[in-house]
C-alpha cells in the first residue's frame, strides 16, 4: 500500500526557514517522480514544485528562488526546503507521487502538514 | 501560472446529472490531454477521479466521465448521489515541467 506521510510544518516567523519532509512507502520511490502541492485555508490547490527520479527540480514562479525541492533514495524522503517566508506561504502542504509521463495524474497524495506563517 | 478557471460552485439532485467547466489557454487546457480532476472532502487530501482528460483510475465510477473542447475541459457526474459532495479541482499540464490547477469548484447535493 503506497504511503506518504508529511512532518515538518509549524509556526515560522515571516522572513523564516523550514523544511518539510514527506516519508514515502509501499512504492518503488527512486522511480517516480515526487511533488508539492499546497492549499492555503479556504482556498484551491497550487502546484508548488516538482523532482524527477533523476534529481531535475522545478518549481513554481511563486516559489522560485526561494523552495528547494530534494529527495533522499536511501531513505525514500522527499524535502521541500522553504526560505524568506511570507505570509501567503501559509498554506497545507501535501506531497503527492506523479505517474510517469507528463500527462498522468499526482495518483497518491499524503494527508498533508500545515504550515503557519505569522508574527 | 494563472489558475485555470473553474465556477466556485455548482449544485444537482440526486440522481441528476452535474457539469463542471474548466477553462484555460492553448498553453495548458488547450495544448496537452492532460487534463486530471480531483476530489476532495474537506479536511482530506484529494483523490485523481478523471486523468489525461477522460480515462478513469481503477476504482472510480464511471459515473464520472470527463471530456475537453479547445481550452476548456468539463467533469460530468451523472447519477449524483449524496457522497459526490465536495469540492473538485481541475488541473493541467502547463509546459515546462509544471502544471496548474483550477480555483476549485464546490458541488451540492440538494
Known amino acids: 500500500e503506497v504511503q506518504l506521510v508529511e512532518s515538518g510544518g509549524g509556526l515560522v516567523q515571516p522572513g523564516g526557514s523550514l523544511r518539510l519532509s514527506c516519508a514515502a512507502s509501499?512504492?518503488?520511490?527512486?522511480?517516480?517522480?515526487m511533488t508539492w502541492v499546497r492549499q492555503a485555508p479556504g482556498k484551491g490547490l497550487e502546484w508548488v514544485s516538482i523532482?524527477?527520479?533523476?534529481?531535475?527540480?522545478f518549481y513554481a514562479d511563486s516559489v522560485k528562488g526561494r523552495f528547494t525541492i530534494s529527495r533522499d533514495s536511501s531513505k525514500n524522503t522527499l524535502y521541500l526546503q522553504m526560505s524568506s517566508l511570507r505570509a501567503d506561504d501559509t498554506a497545507a502542504y501535501y506531497c503527492?507521487?506523479?505517474?510517469?509521463?507528463?500527462?498522468?495524474?499526482?495518483?497518491?497524495w499524503g494527508q498533508g502538514t500545515l504550515v503557519t506563517v505569522s508574527s | 501560472q494563472s489558475a485555470l478557471t473553474q465556477p466556485r460552485s455548482v449544485s444537482g439532485s440526486p440522481g441528476q446529472s452535474v457539469t463542471i467547466s474548466c477553462t484555460g489557454t492553448s498553453s495548458d487546457v488547450g495544448g496537452y490531454n492532460s487534463v486530471s480532476w480531483y476530489q476532495q472532502y474537506p479536511g482530506k487530501a484529494p483523490k485523481v477521479m478523471i486523468y489525461?482528460?477522460?480515462k478513469w483510475p481503477s476504482g472510480v465510477p464511471d459515473r464520472f466521465s470527463g471530456s475537453k473542447s479547445g481550452n476548456t475541459a468539463s467533469l460530468t457526474i451523472s447519477g449524483l448521489q449524496a457522497e459526490d459532495e465536495a469540492d473538485y479541482y481541475c488541473?493541467?499540464?502547463?509546459?515546462?515541467?509544471?502544471?496548474?490547477f483550477g480555483g476549485g469548484t464546490k458541488l451540492t447535493v440538494l
Open positions: 489525461e482528460v477522460n
Open positions: 523532482i524527477s527520479p533523476g534529481g531535475g527540480t
Open positions: 503527492a507521487k506523479k505517474t510517469p509521463g507528463v500527462t498522468e495524474p499526482f495518483d497518491y
Open positions: 488541473c493541467s499540464y502547463a509546459g515546462s515541467n509544471t502544471w496548474v
Open positions: 509501499g512504492f518503488t520511490f527512486s522511480s517516480y517522480s
